[in-house]
């Protein structure tokens, strides 16, 4: 028999996981598709569909983040000021500036905000959730149409199969170790913040990743070899930070960003399908970067 999580009574691998996985493969085709119509359009209508999956995320986020009205402010300057100046420093190709301006200049004039705003009560933490959904949401997001700037020598106008690429083997990962928490289960590695998260699975889920990845070498400008190890990196980014965005989720109480909490909440789970991504893009772009000097 299948082992029981003590705190929820499910099981391991259960069905809820396997309806979970369903769920992340067609929530991943359906952007595949989506991305690859905008870009069909333009670089730039596909950096505005990932500004509009940031805005939706981040909304989710500070939906289950308790605010106050002093926080209203910082807020505003989130979503209407932060957000677009980001996506715009990605339309304009400004790599250097894109990769510092949140964790430094609106890490800093966020703090400023919440100051002026008077209100020291949970000034600390109330600050560093806003930051945590600015990075995550954000920041992170943004590194994927941040890889149709790159310039590779010799493959000019193909950088949107870079897009595909992470997307692809990152959401394969963690199919694939869904799958196999639910066919080979094991007993949690942390179970207070997982269920379903066993190093053996998480293994599975990286081995499943990385050979997509060398396979799929041929849509992009690596050889076998490195597109193995770059989807690696990607991989290993984008599971430990799906593990991290479930540890948010338990100190939230909820189990998921989305429909269980509909009701209370409004949010859509888009932040479920695509929190691996959040991390997995920048780690990916600065590897590429620094390996290739691109």
């Known amino acids: ?27 991943s085709w359906g952007m595949a598709l989506v991305f690859w119509f905008a870009w069909a359009l333009g670089d730039v209508m596909a950096t505005l569909l990932f500004a509009l999956v940031s805005f939706l995320a981040l909304r989710e986020f500070v939906t289950l983040s308790p605010t106050r009205r002093s926080d209203h402010r910082g807020l505003v300057l989130a979503f209407f000021v932060v957000l677009p ?5 990605v339309a304009r190709g400004a790599s250097n500036l894109l990769t510092v ?32 959904g600015i990075m995550v949401c954000v920041y992170g997001l943004s590194h994927l149409p941040a890889l149709l700037i790159l310039h590779f020598p010799g493959w000019a106008g193909r950088n949107a199969f870079l897009v595909f690429f992470v997307a692809l083997v990152v959401q394969t990962c ?4 869904h799958l196999a928490a639910r066919y080979w289960p094991r007993p949690p590695a942390v179970p207070g913040v997982s269920t379903s998260f066993s190093w053996l699975n998480w293994g599975i889920g990286l081995a499943a990743g990385a050979l997509l990845g060398a396979l ?19 991989c290993v980014a ?32 888009l932040l479920d399908r695509v929190d691996a991504l959040c991390f997995a893009a920048p780690v990916f772009l600065h590897s590429v970067r620094w390996y290739f000097g691109v």
């Open 1 to 27: 028999m299948r082992e029981r999580d003590p705190a929820t009574g499910r099981r391991f691998g259960s069905s809820e996981d396997l309806r979970h996985a369903r769920a992340l493969l067609r929530t």
């Open 85 to 89: 100046l980001q996506y715009v420093l």
């Open 101 to 132: 301006f949140i964790p430094v200049y609106v890490f800093l004039g966020m703090a400023v905000a919440g100051a002026l705003a008077g209100d020291t009560q949970g000034f600390l933490e109330r600050n560093a959730k806003l930051q945590w």
């Open 174 to 177: 963690m199919l694939v170790q």
């Open 216 to 234: 799929l070498s041929g849509i992009t400008p690596f050889a076998p070899g490195q597109a193995l190890a770059m989807a690696l990196v990607a």
């Open 238 to 269: 984008g599971s430990l930070g799906h593990l991290v965005m479930k540890a948010i989720k338990r100190d939230r109480g909820v189990t998921s960003w989305g429909q269980r909490t509909a009701s209370v909440t409004g949010a859509s789970g």
